[in-house]
């Protein structure tokens, strides 16, 4: 199977799985997937302000050392993650001067670079971003304790597991008691001929300490962080002004990118990362090397096809909403609200394709305004060979395509454990309901749906929205999530 031919997606594992009927806290939502660039870790953040750590276990010891000697292929097993520790990065904050509450919610994170064995993650909100550490580090406890004769054994027992109570407690804040908590690795007890003033090891631990807190630098909410490969800087983007930072400097930065006006009724552009876009859909790039002040653009991507006839909806829609660089420095993939578009950075005039993934909704763009839907931030994310790319929409639904290869309209997953339920419906008839017909592909390329249907009806659950996704840096795997579960698939 060639590089760009399409993929066959299999659920491969899920975190904090909601059960039917069971109620979860706006909290738990969440809110940020990132990859380890080595795809050896996974963390996920939610609206509560925690960090959950994944670690990767490949399960390499399921065939013997013979068997694996006499096999004529290799034995290939798709990553598997087990939880590794969680702990809070952020609270609830209010902003005096200001009068505004700060939320906890997690907008982005990255992982930096390691020089050792520990864990370095940027984690920011809307106002404040920092810097966490985890490293891994033995527990041990000492019991002191002398049983004397009228002590009943009962409370000796009670008095030595005291010592070590909540050892495998949550440290969770915010209510929901995630699922994943309960596949933590149980600690090593005392053994119970221990002796008075005894040291012994509980067992391994990650501690998660935070070493900087890059704060007070943004007016407005930080969209995206992203950090150099230089591992000494990143960059951190707002609505309207792009910072750099040192890492070890937390107390200044250096402003790049500065779009607000004298009068903000003249307000046009917003900023993405270091390529940003504007609301009529402009992809602007710059280039470092010409100017430290990054005010002036090197190159504009436009789709001129698209400057058709336009309405009321029309710089709502062509919004950009996430961008990704492929990893051969050429190639750009972009989200707007209806499509994924694949940009090469020598082709200005039009993207080389166009995937669509909410075009179904476009009759019903003001039924979406009032519900504020449409004004909706989908990510997207892009395989390692840059062949395969893949992004959100409603109804815990995920698109996956192939360029130059496979399905015109993609394949539609869910985001379940039964992954190509959707897929299975592109039999059916195109009147099916909401499934049927996202999954069936309609609105294909050059057709439209212009059906006479003027009711407020939205042919999808926009309360189930799977906006967060991220493509594992060096196999075929995707984790994406819906409400407070982590989805997982491989192909």
């Known amino acids: 199977m060639s590089s760009s031919a399409a993929l066959e997606w299999k659920f491969s594992q899920v975190f904090g799985e909601q059960s039917p009927g069971e109620k979860v806290d706006?909290?738990?939502?969440?809110?940020?997937?990132?990859?380890?660039?080595?795809?050896?870790?996974?963390?996920?953040?939610?609206?509560?302000?925690?960090i959950i750590l994944f670690e990767r276990t490949d399960g390499t010891n399921l065939h013997p050392r013979k068997e694996l000697e006499h096999m004529d292929y290799p034995a290939t097993v798709h990553?598997?993650?087990?939880?590794?520790?969680?702990?809070?990065?952020?609270?609830?904050?209010?902003?005096?001067?200001?009068?505004?509450?700060?939320?906890?919610?997690?907008?982005?994170?990255?992982?930096?670079?390691?020089?050792?064995?520990?864990?370095?993650?940027?984690?920011?909100?809307?106002?404040?971003?920092?810097?966490?550490?985890?490293?891994?580090?033995?527990?041990?406890?000492?019991?002191?304790?002398?049983?004397s004769p009228n002590v009943s054994s009962e409370n000796a027992l009670l008095s030595g597991k005291s010592f070590v109570a909540g050892l495998n407690e949550s440290s969770i804040q915010n209510g929901y008691h995630l699922e994943w908590i309960d596949k933590k690795p149980r600690s090593v007890s005392p053994a119970p001929e221990e002796g008075p003033n005894t040291i012994f090891n509980v067992g391994e631990s990650s501690v998660a300490r935070c070493r900087r807190v890059y704060a007070h630098a943004h007016d407005y909410n930080i969209n995206s962080i992203s950090n150099n490969s230089d591992g000494e800087t990143f960059i951190s983007a707002d609505d309207l002004r792009i910072n750099l930072w040192n890492m070890e400097v937390s107390n200044r930065c250096f402003n790049i990118v500065d779009l607000k006006p004298l009068d903000m009724?003249?307000?046009?552009?917003?900023?993405?990362?270091?390529?940003?876009?504007?609301?009529?859909?402009?992809?602007?790039?710059?280039?470092?090397?010409?100017?430290?002040?990054?005010?002036?653009?090197?190159?504009?991507?436009?789709?001129?096809?698209?400057?058709?006839?336009?309405?009321?909806?029309?710089?709502?829609?062509?919004?950009?909403?996430?961008?990704?660089?492929?990893?051969?420095?050429r190639h750009i993939l972009s989200r707007d609200y209806m499509n994924l578009k694949l940009w090469d950075l020598h082709m200005e005039s039009s993207p080389i394709a166009i995937f669509k993934i909410n075009e179904y909704l476009r009759p019903k763009l003001s039924v979406l305004y009032n519900h504020d839907a449409i004004f909706d931030k989908f990510e997207c994310c892009?395989?390692?060979?840059?062949?395969?790319?893949?992004?959100?929409?409603?109804?815990?639904?995920?698109?996956?395509?192939?360029?130059?290869g496979g399905q015109d309209d993609g394949i539609t997953l869910e985001a379940s454990r039964n992954p190509n339920r959707v897929s299975h419906c592109r039999t059916a008839t195109r009147t099916a309901g909401l499934l049927g017909s996202f999954a069936c592909g309609l609105n294909r390329r050059g057709h439209d749906n212009t059906g006479s249907d003027a009711s407020d009806e939205i042919p999808c659950n926009l309360k189930s929205k799977l906006i967060h996704l991220a493509w594992h840096p060096t196999t075929s795997l995707i984790a994406c999530a819906t409400k407070c579960s982590l989805y997982m698939y491989y192909a």
């Open 26 to 50: 706006d909290v738990d939502f969440i809110s940020a997937v990132e990859f380890e660039s080595r795809g050896d870790y996974l963390v996920a953040g939610d609206h509560g302000g925690r």
């Open 79 to 147: 990553p598997r993650y087990f939880y590794k520790t969680e702990f809070q990065s952020h609270e609830l904050e209010f902003d005096y001067l200001k009068s505004l509450e700060i939320g906890e919610k997690i907008n982005k994170l990255r992982f930096c670079a390691t020089p050792n064995n520990s864990l370095f993650i940027l984690s920011t909100n809307d106002r404040t971003i920092k810097l966490w550490k985890v490293s891994e580090c033995k527990v041990k406890r000492v019991k002191e304790m002398e049983l």
């Open 265 to 329: 009724e003249d307000l046009i552009d917003y900023c993405n990362l270091l390529a940003y876009s504007s609301s009529r859909g402009f992809i602007r790039l710059v280039d470092m090397r010409q100017s430290a002040l990054c005010d002036q653009n090197a190159k504009i991507l436009l789709d001129h096809e698209a400057r058709g006839s336009r309405s009321f909806f029309t710089e709502i829609i062509a919004s950009i909403s996430d961008i990704k660089f492929a990893k051969d420095g």
């Open 382 to 404: 892009i395989s390692r060979d840059g062949h395969h790319f893949a992004s959100g929409s409603y109804s815990n639904i995920f698109k996956v395509f192939s360029h130059d």
